[in-house]
């Protein structure tokens, strides 16, 4: 299941939203990211949030494996380099971590594997590209100024590659402003893939929702 660094990060851009995921089903989570993948959201971050997740994500990639190797399995919450070890073995092709740690970022190189690490400053991005980051998480996006804050990082720093999580929403205007700021990509958690959906296990109104957001960011993109 491992594949090239550069195709992911390609493929992140591409879709323009990752979903942002975890359930301690090994089921419900591979409905899920199906959906995800069928709607064309082939990159899923599942997040190591809960007890034995590292087991529960080995389960899953083994199943798309097999039954979907078109996704692209990616990992978030890592916080040292040690987890991020225990994920890259069991599958995952990239990380996410919500701030940066030197260890994850230089185990992720010689790897292989695309980091992106959670950057809050100017100065904490420029010190994540210094490690060899491409795509910067800008996180808490909402909390740290928004769509106003990448614009103003995007001045003095265009070769910058952001990828907000937290306060990006499903919605035209949420995402007009934040790609129309400059974002490669964005991460969405609960407003992507709902509470509501998943307690009526609805994977085909996820996998529509899905569908419906990639599209328009495709199409504000385009714009």
Known sequence: MARDRLKVLSAMIDQGVIPVFYHPDVEVCSKVIQACANGGAKCIEFTNRGDFAAHVFLEVTRHFAKADPSVIMGVGSIVDAPTAGIYIANGANFVVGPMTN???????????IAYSPGCGSATEISEAQELGVEIVKVFPGGSVGGP????????????????????????????????????????????????????????????????????????????
Do not use: H
């Not at 030197?102 to 292989?112: H, M, P, W």
């Open 102 to 112: 030197a260890e994850v970022a230089r185990l992720c190189n010689r790897r292989g």
């Open 148 to 223: 106003e804050f990448v614009k103003n990082v995007l001045g003095p720093m265009p070769w910058t590659k952001i990828m907000p999580t937290g306060g990006v929403e499903a919605t035209e205007e949420s995402l007009k402003a934040w790609f129309g700021a400059g974002i490669v990509a964005c991460g969405i958690g609960s407003n992507l893939i709902t509470k509501a959906l998943l307690d009526a296990q609805d994977y085909d109104g996820i996998e529509t929702r899905v569908r419906e957001t990639v599209q328009l960011i495709r199409k504000i993109k385009g714009n």
